[in-house]
């Protein structure tokens, strides 16, 4: 059974840092590309970040480049979000997704794999 799971969340004031953790098991996703994605209240759930199966290349939501990094762990079964400079509008719970492709995506629907979700809270 594949499962996901999300840790690291929490609340954090403006300014402030926080690192996601995404370990996953019952399949080797080594191959797999990854992704972080979030979702705020009322709102739809919006890509922040994606790596490929190696690492090699990452992409990112405008809206966090420059303050946000992923990556991997030397296992390749590990995904981070290192997240600085925080903002209030980062507030929402962060998702972490697994792809069987190992190319990069930002959308939703191209992720067959997804974790319960971490609530990262930014007070301003």
């Known amino acids: 059974q594949v499962q996901l799971v999300e840790s690291g969340g929490g609340l954090v004031q403006a300014g402030g840092s926080l690192r996601l953790s995404c370990a996953a098991s019952?399949?080797?996703?080594?191959?797999?590309?990854m992704g972080w994605f979030r979702q705020a209240p009322g709102k739809e759930r919006e890509f922040v970040a994606a790596?490929?199966?190696?690492?090699?290349?990452?992409y990112y939501a405008d809206s966090v480049k420059g303050r946000f990094t992923i990556s991997r762990g030397n296992a390749k079964n590990t995904v981070f979000l290192q997240m600085n400079s925080l903002k209030p509008e980062d507030t929402a719970v962060y998702y972490c997704?697994?792809?069987?492709?190992?190319?990069?995506?930002?959308?939703?629907?191209?992720?067959?794999?997804w974790g319960q979700g971490t609530q990262v809270t930014v007070s301003s």
């Open positions: 019952g399949r080797t996703f080594s191959s797999y590309a």
């Open positions: 790596i490929s199966w190696s690492g090699g290349s990452t």
């Open positions: 997704a697994g792809r069987i492709i190992g190319a990069l995506g930002s959308s939703p629907g191209q992720y067959g794999y």
